[in-house]
T-cell receptor
């Protein structure tokens, strides 16, 4: 069964450093998302991406964040200058193109980011 | 804005028994989707079940079923014949049908299975 994959599974970085989190969505999906979950809290929406542009973003997704689909398979989240409060689990998700399936988002296993 | 409320931070159930997890939501929309996701200790988010608001019939997936009460804005998850592998955090989530693609999650219910 196809699945969303994410790399790395864990990342430790120093405050102020740039990090890039990578995701490979399910191959026939064209809608992509990033969510984050701070330890012990609920999952929060960051951004959605379709047709090579952001379709929606939350207030969390400020100028420090960016997303990109550099090729036909990868979808990346970049944090330019990490802060301590960026420590969280970051989930990538994707959903199908067709309206009949677009509503169901399938999640990757997450990247656990720790900012020191 | 839509909100999702899970009023049970923790629940426990004896193995092989049935447990119901509660979820309520607030929306002014008539068309939307509701989901239950499971998050085991590995922290991966796994889709358990989905419900379309326009469908009156409650969704069922093997031992998992929902009780969808649209007028009451209630969406509970029933797990029958609970198994040790069901132990996890369970999140209720809402998605609008009007181009607003994001999922709005509740705060979760931690389910413990007692052997």
């Amino acid at each position: 069964e196809p699945e969303v994959t994410q790399t790395p599974s864990h990342q430790v970085t120093q405050m102020g450093q740039e990090v890039i989190l990578r995701c490979v969505p399910i191959s026939n999906h064209l809608y992509f998302y990033w969510y984050r979950q701070i330890l012990g809290q609920k999952v929060e929406f960051l951004v959605s991406f379709y047709n090579n542009e952001i379709s929606e973003k939350s207030e969390i997704f400020d100028d420090q964040f960016s997303v990109e689909r550099p090729d036909g398979s990868n979808f990346t989240l970049k944090i330019r200058s990490t802060k301590l409060e960026d420590s969280a689990m970051y989930f990538c998700a994707s959903s199908a193109k067709l309206a009949g399936g677009r509503e169901t988002q399938y999640f990757g296993p997450g990247t656990r980011l720790l900012v020191l | 804005a839509q909100t999702v409320t899970q009023s049970q931070p923790e629940m426990s159930v004896q193995e092989a028994e049935t447990v119901t997890l509660s979820c309520t939501y607030d929306t002014s929309e008539s068309d939307y989707y509701l989901f239950w996701y499971k998050q085991p200790p590995s922290r991966q988010m796994i889709l358990v079940i989905r419900q379309e608001a326009y469908k009156q019939q409650n969704a069922t997936e093997n031992r998992f079923s929902v009780n969808f009460q649209k007028a009451a804005k209630s969406f509970s998850l029933k797990i029958s014949d609970s198994q040790l592998g069901d132990a996890a955090m369970y999140f209720c989530a809402y998605r609008s049908d009007f181009g607003n693609e994001k999922l709005t999650f509740g705060t979760g219910t931690r389910l413990t299975i007692i052997p």
